[in-house]
C-alpha cells in the first residue's frame, strides 16, 4: 500500500484525502481490520487532522457509504429522466448507469455492500433508507413494465432487486484490465436486466460499435 505524502503540505489537508486514505485501508483490510492510525498513515495526517472532520472511524465509515449511495441515486434519478417514459429503455439506462458507477469504484461499492455489519443501529438506519430510496426506483420501473404489458415477470418486486443486486455486483469481480469496457459490461447488463423481467423488446436504440459485442 502506497502511504500518503507526510510533512508541512500534509498537516491541514482536505477532508477527501483522508477518505481515500479510509477507503484504501477499508478495502484492503475492512472497517474492524483498520485503526485510525492506520487511516491517519495512510493519509499522511495526525489524528487531531481526521478529528478535526470525524468524531470516530464510525463517522469516517458512514461518510464513505452516504456519499456513494447519494451518487448513486442521483445517478439514476438522471439516468431515468433521459431515458424518457418507456419503462424498457428506464430499465435499460437504469441497470448500465448501476452498473458504470458500480465499476467507477469497486472499492467504495465493496465497502458499501460489505460493511453495513459495521454501522451502529441508527447509522444503518440511514443507509438501508438511502438503499429503499434506490430500490424504489427500479421497483417502480419494473411495475409500470409490467403493468404495460412490456414486461413478463411474474414477481416484479424480486425481478427488480435481482437486476439491482445483479448490478451492484460487478465490482466484486471486474478489473480496469480485464478483457471488456465498463461500456461494454454496461450495455449487456442492461440486456440481462430486460431478460431478467421478460421484456417483449429491446430497447429502441442502435447498439454501440464495441468490438466482439
Same mark, same amino acid.
Given at each position: 500500500?502506497?502511504?500518503?505524502?507526510?510533512?508541512?503540505?500534509?498537516?491541514?489537508?482536505?477532508?477527501?484525502?483522508?477518505?481515500?486514505? *479510509?477507503?484504501?485501508? /477499508?478495502?484492503?483490510?475492512?472497517?474492524?481490520?483498520?485503526?485510525?492510525?492506520?487511516?491517519?498513515?495512510?493519509?499522511?495526517?495526525?489524528?487531531?487532522?481526521?478529528?478535526?472532520?470525524?468524531?470516530?472511524?464510525?463517522?469516517?465509515?458512514? @461518510?464513505?457509504?452516504?456519499?456513494?449511495?447519494?451518487?448513486?441515486?442521483?445517478?439514476?434519478? @438522471? *439516468? =431515468?429522466?433521459?431515458?424518457?417514459?418507456?419503462?424498457?429503455?428506464?430499465? /435499460?439506462?437504469?441497470?448500465?448507469?448501476?452498473?458504470?458507477?458500480?465499476?467507477?469504484?469497486?472499492?467504495?461499492?465493496?465497502?458499501?455492500?460489505?460493511?453495513?455489519?459495521?454501522?451502529?443501529?441508527?447509522?444503518? @438506519?440511514?443507509?438501508?433508507?438511502?438503499?429503499?430510496? =434506490?430500490?424504489?426506483? /427500479?421497483?417502480?420501473?419494473?411495475?409500470?413494465?409490467?403493468?404495460?404489458?412490456?414486461?413478463?415477470?411474474? %414477481?416484479?418486486? @424480486?425481478?427488480?432487486?435481482?437486476?439491482?443486486?445483479?448490478?451492484? /455486483?460487478?465490482?466484486? %469481480?471486474?478489473?480496469?484490465?480485464?478483457?471488456?469496457?465498463?461500456?461494454?459490461?454496461?450495455?449487456?447488463?442492461?440486456?440481462?436486466?430486460?431478460? =431478467?423481467?421478460?421484456?417483449?423488446?429491446?430497447?429502441?436504440?442502435?447498439?454501440?460499435?464495441?468490438?466482439?459485442?
Amino acid at each position: 500500500m502506497t502511504r500518503g505524502n507526510t510533512g508541512a503540505g500534509a498537516r491541514r489537508p482536505g477532508r477527501q484525502v483522508i477518505i481515500d486514505a *479510509a477507503v484504501r485501508c /477499508f478495502y484492503e483490510h475492512g472497517y474492524d481490520g483498520s485503526s485510525v492510525r492506520d487511516i491517519t498513515q495512510e493519509a499522511g495526517v495526525t489524528a487531531a487532522a481526521l478529528y478535526h472532520y470525524y468524531t470516530s472511524k464510525q463517522d469516517l465509515l458512514m @461518510e464513505i457509504i452516504t456519499r456513494f449511495m447519494a451518487n448513486s441515486i442521483e445517478r439514476t434519478e @438522471e *439516468a =431515468l429522466r433521459r431515458a424518457g417514459p418507456d419503462p424498457v429503455a428506464r430499465l /435499460f439506462a437504469a441497470a448500465q448507469s448501476h452498473v458504470l458507477w458500480n465499476a467507477s469504484d469497486v472499492a467504495s461499492s465493496f465497502i458499501v455492500n460489505s460493511e453495513i455489519r459495521s454501522l451502529d443501529d441508527a447509522n444503518r @438506519e440511514r443507509h438501508i433508507a438511502q438503499r429503499d430510496t =434506490l430500490q424504489r426506483m /427500479f421497483d417502480e420501473c419494473v411495475q409500470d413494465g409490467c403493468d404495460q404489458g412490456v414486461f413478463a415477470a411474474p %414477481w416484479p418486486r @424480486e425481478a427488480s432487486r435481482a437486476v439491482v443486486v445483479m448490478c451492484t /455486483f460487478v465490482a466484486r %469481480w471486474y478489473r480496469p484490465s480485464g478483457p471488456l469496457s465498463p461500456d461494454e459490461i454496461a450495455w449487456r447488463y442492461g440486456h440481462m436486466a430486460l431478460s =431478467l423481467v421478460g421484456a417483449s423488446r429491446g430497447p429502441q436504440f442502435e447498439a454501440p460499435t464495441y468490438g466482439g459485442v
